[in-house]
């Protein structure tokens, strides 16, 4: 089946450090992948997305790569900001599917 | 702003009882989504409509239900409510199908049964 899993959470960072947020998954088929951000008592809102294998997805300074070979499409920033401080989704959807397939979440917490 | 409304923001309710929760696609999106957030945060897929019809079916308890009606808006109903079903419920809508298509979600519904 298809499934994603994304690295546990909380993570803790002081601000202008290096972000990375591990997403691997499993798909049938050819999904298109993507990064929701959820801010505190807001909903999900689209991050960035990749829609084929090694495409780049970036936004707001974050970047993630489809890597194929991986299975994997982790979520880089090189200097985070106070106001990253959110849960972020990795999620797929699957060529023909309907559904979207989100992971646990992670917790960023990015300190002064 | 994402386009998507829901209503209401807050419900506070007692067990056992039925209550109504509201969702506006955005304008001409014809896929409605409905998704639970548990208080550790985990997102669990209920169910979607596309265009009036039940597209696909996830972890949905058989006291809730939901429909879409013509004008597109859907709604969730959740009945002989527990006190583990208090959570953050979204909606989100779709333009059309297709896997490279993202979700707008709205600010979601908080509910609190007591």
């Known amino acids: 089946g298809n499934s994603v899993t994304q690295m546990e959470g909380p993570v803790t960072l002081s601000e202008e450090a290096f972000l990375t947020i591990n997403c691997t998954y499993t798909a049938t088929g050819y999904p298109s992948l993507f990064w929701y951000v959820q801010y505190p008592g807001e909903g999900l809102q689209l991050l960035l997305k990749?829609?084929?294998?090694?495409d780049k997805g970036s936004n707001k300074g974050f970047e993630a790569t489809y890597r194929k070979e991986t299975t994997s499409f982790h979520l880089e920033k090189g200097s985070v900001q106070v106001s990253d401080s959110a849960v972020y989704f990795c999620a797929l959807t699957v060529t023909g599917g309907f559904k979207t397939i989100f992971g646990a979440g992670t917790r960023l917490f990015v300190k002064a | 702003d994402s386009g998507v409304t829901q209503t209401p923001k807050h419900l506070i309710t007692a067990t056992g009882q039925r209550v109504t929760l509201r969702c506006s696609p955005r304008?001409?999106?014809?896929?409605v989504y409905w998704y639970q957030q548990s208080l550790d945060q985990g997102l669990q897929f209920l169910i979607q409509?596309?265009?009036?019809?039940?597209?696909a079916k996830g972890n949905i308890l058989e006291r809730f239900s939901a429909q879409q009606f013509p004008d597109l808006h859907s709604e969730l109903n959740l009945s002989s409510l527990e006190l583990g079903d208090s959570a953050l419920y979204f909606c989100a809508s779709r333009a059309r199908e297709g896997a490279d298509n993202e979700q707008f979600f709205g600010p979601g519904t908080r509910l609190t049964v007591l």
């Open positions: 990749a829609t084929k294998a090694d």
């Open positions: 409509y596309y265009n009036g019809e039940e597209r």
């Open positions: 304008s001409g999106d014809l896929s």
